[in-house]
């Protein structure tokens, strides 16, 4: 009867927080506008951003699949690996986790992470710090091919630089972090089992036609699986950030259209403006939205561009520190806990959300003063 009780009265709070917030909401825009603006931004942002976003998804997967079966992947791995000791203090064969979390997404690094031989190269501390790591990197192919898409070339590659600076940050801090609350974790081996060597099996020959039918298909179906796993993070994330980032209609009237809203983050941010402006070169405060919703979800985070872009608020600059704060959070909130508690740490989940904040902002920061340097070049 207590659990009972107690479950009844838990609901209380999210019922008045919902009631006020979206109470508040409807009070400024009308409950019917307001009702028909969310419907209509979802129905806008399903048709015209996640299929678009899908279509990249199935083409960087394919894109992907082609890399792993010929050899790319093996080949920027062993091109990288020198450079994962002094950057990230990591063993070199780290590097697959990157390019394997850059071709797809976060979690692309726990699958490795299972492999007792990979574990194998790891002490505890730096096992750990893997899920900041491969974070850094995940959906960085997306990001950048989106951006390109939209009309950008060099600020997509300045983002790119401005991400592996916030990896390293974030990945070091993490490391320090680990060390300090377990110390013996810096010299113990992440892997406990004696690794099995896998003898050499013989693969069945296949035509070189083949393989390449194979891997576009295989890697396309992964995007497809992809583009689906964004829906949910678009639709509610983004239309409700642009619920509060967006104002009226021309008039200033309310009309139920899309993309519509009360213009409170802007608000917000236009009370601190100076700092985002030095830190980031955001030279309006509508920009603040982005990296929210970076927070949970990078795909979601992608559909506000077009709308910043058409409305001139994005220039040069934001494309470089959305592509950089847009890879190395790319929704790190949504996923950190999932990933360090299959790797069996959950304990240490704050710890890994604290530094890979900092880590998000000093990529978004480098890249900003990164681009200034280009401008002046």
Known sequence: MSKKGSNIWDGIPCLVIIVLLFGGIGCVMGIAQMLNTIMKTAHDLLLNTVFYLMSVTVI????????????????????????MKPLFNLPGVASLGAVMTFLSDNPAIISLAQDNRFKSYFKKFQFISLTNFGTAFGMGLLVIVFMMGQGFFIEPVIGFVGAIFGCMVSTRLMQRSVIKAYP?????????????????????????????????????????????????????ISTFVMLLTFGASPDGSYTGAAYEGVELLPWLAGKINLLFEWLFGFTDPHLVAFPITALGAVGAALSLVPSFLANGWADGNAIAVFTAIGMCWSGYLSTHTAMLDSLGYRELTSKAIVAHTIGGLVAAIVAHWLYVLYTLI
């Open 184 to 236: 013996h974790f810096a010299e113990e081996s992440a892997c406990k089992e004696v690794p099995i060597e896998i003898t050499k099996q013989e693969k069945v020959e296949k035509s070189l036609f083949i393989r390449i039918l194979d891997s576009l298909l295989d890697g396309g179906r992964t995007g497809v699986e992809v583009g689906l796993a964004i829906i949910p993070g678009v639709l509610i």
């Open 60 to 83: 960087t997967g394919a894109i992907g699949k082609i890399f792993i079966e010929f050899g790319v992947v093996n080949l920027l791995e062993k091109i990288l690996r020198p450079l």
